[in-house]
T-cell receptor, first 117, second 110 residues
Framework: GAVVSQHPSWVICKSGTSVKIECRSLDFQATTMFWYRQFPKQSLMLMATSNEGSKATYEQGVEKDKFLINHASLTLSTLTVTSAHPEDSSFYIC?????????????FGPGTRLTVL | KNEVEQSPQNLTAQEGEFITINCSYSVGISALHWLQQHPGGGIVSLFMLSSGKKKHGRLIATINIQEKHSSLHITASHPRDSAVYICAVPRIQGAQKLVFGQGTRLTINP
């Protein structure tokens, strides 16, 4: 089946630093990738939609200058949390949509747990 | 009212029991996702279905498009099935953005 990986799986950083999270589709091409954030005991919240070769579309309330998304290839999207603060500590999850199908198939990555001290 | 409602929110059962988790949605959809999130946080896609029933091992998912309702069943439940189960539907029929239920926390005791 389709596999999506994320790296790193967890990261601890100091306040003010930037953190990059990678999302890769390992055995398929993904024209679209989605980035989600999940706070403890809450459901996933969509942050942005990333299309290969174009600018990401951010959901309302998500700062595009703080959460930089780059989708440079059909298998890789990156999320950079710039000038991270403790309130950015969360679980970040990506999903990738199969390019060869018109259905709503999405495959989820394992997530990255970010802790900002 | 949430667009996607799951019930129950929490479920504790004994090993071997038959488990049913329900999902009702109010939006028109073309497909519904069932996801499993383990305590470590990782999410696994269990099913994507648009009609009828799908089965994978001890897991069965059914959907009734007319009633806008889906169920996830686990037969012969095992402690390793303990996780949060989430249903998700596209916000708009045919769209890519998903709306997620609040999740059902399942605990299977040995």
């Amino acid at each position: 089946g389709a596999v999506v990986s994320q790296h790193p799986s967890w990261v601890i950083c100091k306040s003010g630093t930037s953190v990059k999270i990678e999302c890769r589709s390992l055995d398929f091409q993904a024209t679209t990738m989605f980035w989600y954030r999940q706070f403890p005991k809450q459901s996933l919240m969509l942050m942005a939609t990333s299309n290969e070769g174009s600018k990401a579309t951010y959901e309302q309330g998500v700062e595009k200058d703080k959460f930089l998304i780059n989708h440079a290839s059909l298998t890789l999207s990156t999320l950079t949390v710039t000038s991270a603060h403790p309130e950015d500590s969360s679980f970040y999850i990506c999903s990738a949509r199969l390019a060869r199908t018109s259905t709503d198939t999405q495959y989820f990555g394992p997530g990255t747990r970010l802790t900002v001290l | 009212k949430n667009e996607v409602e799951q019930s129950p929110q929490n479920l504790t059962a004994q090993e071997g029991e038959f488990i049913t988790i329900n999902c009702s949605y109010s939006v028109g959809i073309s497909a519904l996702h069932w996801l499993q999130q383990h305590p470590g946080g990782g999410i696994v896609s269990l099913f994507m279905l648009s009609s009828g029933k799908k089965k994978h091992g001890r897991l069965i998912a059914t959907i009734n498009i007319q009633e806008k309702h889906s169920s996830l069943h686990i037969t012969a439940s095992h402690p390793r099935d303990s996780a949060v189960y989430i249903c998700a539907v596209p916000r708009i029929q045919g769209a890519q953005k998903l709306v997620f239920g609040q999740g059902t926390r399942l605990t299977i005791n040995p």
